[in-house]
């Protein structure tokens, strides 16, 4: 019996995580997957991907920089990818249409309310960033339904702009935008969505955001304390994640589209931890 096969495409790729933790899914799940990395062409992305389905490939996963290409590419798309305006995940369905989801921010409240038992129903949320890592979030986090997520950017007119994008389907959370310097009381959940940390920088954000419960969450995974989360730490944060928790449930719902199998995800984060 031959495995059916899936890839991650990205450029560069050889960073990725994404053919460890999906191949611990389907050892776990008992499922015949191989999962291997692709270094698409800047310029032909489009061609690696039908490439790939061309030759019997079953599902995609997609990465920096290519995200708003799947998007675009894809002939339907899910609700969640529609509004994130990026994909992560393609396959082709029943009639050969290419699909794309966007599993990210799923990934990412699923790691908050499941793994961490992090309530954010009435929440007060501050979000750091505006970029595509936080569209791509901004409506499983709203479909939590916080009393209100504030967004905060070094362009604030970015941030403006997802509050325009995202109002409609709001309901009962207040969503606004603001400049760093602006907020200063103190939030439930406090989640950076900037890459500000790649460079090891600090978004310059007012200590009273952080109060002696609140919750922050660095969208960034690093075997090491990001720089985000150890400034949190150091103003007395106790509960502070970082985003390999995010980065496996996002994983798992893509393999739960193509396989319609939920892999077991605790085991593997461990295992990554360890790696
Ligand atoms: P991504 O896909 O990771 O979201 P992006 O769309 O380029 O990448 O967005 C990067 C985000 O990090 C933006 O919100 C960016 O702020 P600007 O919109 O003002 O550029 C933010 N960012 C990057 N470097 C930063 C830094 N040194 N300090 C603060 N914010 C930073």
Redesign the pocket.
Known sequence: MTNDLYAVVGNPISHSKSPRIHSLFAQHAGEAVEYTAIQAPLDDFAGTVRNFFDHGGMGLNVT?PF?EQAWSLAQRRTPEAEKAGAANTLWIDSEGRLMADNTDGKGLVTDLIRNHRVDLRDKRILV?????????VLGPLIAAQPAAITLT???VS?ARALVDLFRAGAGQTTLSAHG?EEVDSAFDVIIN????S??G????ISATVIGADTVVYDMMYSPTTTTFNQWALDLGATRVFDGLGMLVEQAAESFCIWRGVRPETAAVMDILRND
């Open positions: 920096v995200k750091l960033g505006a970029g595509g890592a936080v569209r791509g950017n070094r362009t970015k760093f969505g900037t890459s500000a790649l460079q920088d600090l978004p310059p």
